[in-house]
């Protein structure tokens, strides 16, 4: 056994002759480890005797150690959240305590030795005739109380909001897309950053609301929000349904003050700018300048276009058409995505650009078939298009809106731009569904 000489505040451990290893907070009396630590001079009024002082109730110096190192990381934290904070607020609270129970490895015979029993003992010292003696809310503090919670109420108060996400995109069809898995953890630690890793089965209606507010006040559009709350109440649903538990979801109806009233339209450009526009790209065969004619004469989604391979144009067809379906590097928005769509005007002339412009590749864009391809050929194609002041998203609205100028049925226009429950199986192939959405692709196309 190592000698143990104990310096004030300091126990130095002799290793031999010539090496001393010293070990701070750490004394001995009656041959028992103590843990005794000054508090910091500006944190007097919260711990009047000045000092922090707890037996081990161990003489084994391994068992000793271990536990030293819980109760430092546990005063680390306690004296510099109270210096840097104050108060602490709910979030803090929440994080704090749910870092102090994994320190005590949610053992609570550990917490009841180093935490409560000593704290009881200071108690009784101080209120001699008090009776009956105070439970752990009037003992532990706001963050040490949340901890003992977390310790003494099982498995079901530890699984956090954190812990049910997981769990959702462990499950989720879409878990190895990138870009959907990138998204669903930006809107869940969104919602953890601003409330806390709030524990699944204790979060409330109000506190929806509340992150609901606070994102409003914040400068999110209700539309985001909108989306945020979608993602979270997924993940409610299905932790709800695959732990088995009794339960409303606490974000399901949650309404958003004036949704949607904040919408930006996109700006749009008047016929004779859009077919400057369309002149200025059609003598090009850039990727960017053939996926702007393609997008403006589909009304497509950039990344539904950015994502064609080659055999989804289908040139030899009674009506050339372009087929647009889920891939392997590129996914749809919606089931109702998937559809056929006639190629008119210089849509047509593009795609028979692209299909000569990368003869070894078995798609249209190569450089955009990868995860995210579908921003990347946003982001070129946007920058082609700032000096005309719009987006690649544009060419959608401005499709619906020649569309229905044209006084095309919404129906028929929902078929086009992939809104309606149409699907391959029922326009591809069906030579009148083409037919009928070419007639009305044609009264809209762009002559220059």
Not at 33 to 57: A, M, N, W
Not at 114 to 124: E, G, K, N, Q, W
Not at 198 to 205: A, D
Not at 261 to 273: C, G, I, S, V, Y
């Amino acid at each position: 056994m190592l000698q143990a000489v104990s310096q004030g505040h300091i126990l130095d451990f002799i290793l031999s002759s010539i090496i001393t290893m010293s070990i701070k907070y750490l004394q001995m009396r009656d041959g028992v480890y103590q843990y005794v630590r000054r508090v910091p001079s500006e944190l007097k009024d919260k711990y009047p005797s000045g000092t922090v002082r707890i037996s081990l109730k161990t003489k084994d110096q391994s068992e000793a150690l271990r536990k030293l190192m819980i109760l430092n990381k546990q005063y680390d934290m306690e004296f510099d959240s109270l210096l840097m904070h104050g108060d602490m607020n709910p979030v803090q609270v929440t994080a704090a305590a749910q870092a102090l129970a994994r320190q005590y490895d949610y053992n609570i015979d550990l917490f009841v030795d180093l935490l409560i029993d000593p704290l009881t003992d200071r108690f009784r010292k101080q209120y001699p005739e008090r009776d009956p003696e105070p439970g752990p809310k009037t003992l532990l503090s706001p963050v040490q109380y949340e901890a003992w919670r977390l310790i003494t109420k099982g498995d079901d108060l530890r699984f956090s909001f954190e812990d049910a996400f997981k769990l959702y995109l462990k499950n989720h069809l879409k878990k190895d897309d990138e870009r959907f898995s990138e998204m669903a953890t930006r809107n869940a630690y969104d919602f953890i950053n601003l409330m806390g890793n709030l524990q699944f089965n204790e979060i409330t209606r109000d506190q929806v609301r509340e992150y609901v507010r606070k994102k409003l006040e914040g400068g999110s559009s209700t539309g985001t929000v909108r989306r945020k709350l979608n993602t979270l109440s997924a993940i409610c649903e299905t932790t709800i349904k695959e732990r088995q538990i009794v339960m409303v979801s606490p974000f399901k109806g949650v309404t958003i003050p004036n949704l949607g009233k904040d919408a930006k339209k996109p700006n749009m450009l008047e016929p004779d700018k859009l077919k400057e526009l369309m002149r200025d790209f059609s003598s090009e065969t850039s990727s960017s300048a053939l996926m702007i004619l393609l997008q403006a004469e589909l009304g497509t989604r950039i990344a539904e276009v950015s994502g064609l391979a080659k055999e989804d144009i289908k040139l030899t067809h009674e009506i050339p058409h372009v087929v647009i379906t889920e891939k392997p590097w590129r996914t749809l928005k919606t089931k109702e995505s998937e559809r056929a769509v006639p190629l008119v005007g210089l849509a047509l002339e593009a795609a028979k650009i692209a299909l000569k412009a990368f003869p070894e590749s078995d798609v249209l864009f190569p450089q955009y078939k990868k995860p995210r391809g579908g921003d990347a050929a946003s982001a070129a194609v946007n920058k082609r298009l700032e000096t005309y002041g719009i987006t690649s998203h544009s060419f959608r609205h401005m499709m619906k809106d020649r569309l229905r100028e044209a006084g095309c049925p919404q129906d028929i226009r929902d078929a086009i731009q992939g809104h309606s429950t149409s699907s391959v199986a029922e326009t591809y192939g069906l030579g009148h569904s083409l037919r009928t959405m070419k007639s009305w692709l044609d009264k809209v196309v762009i002559t220059l």
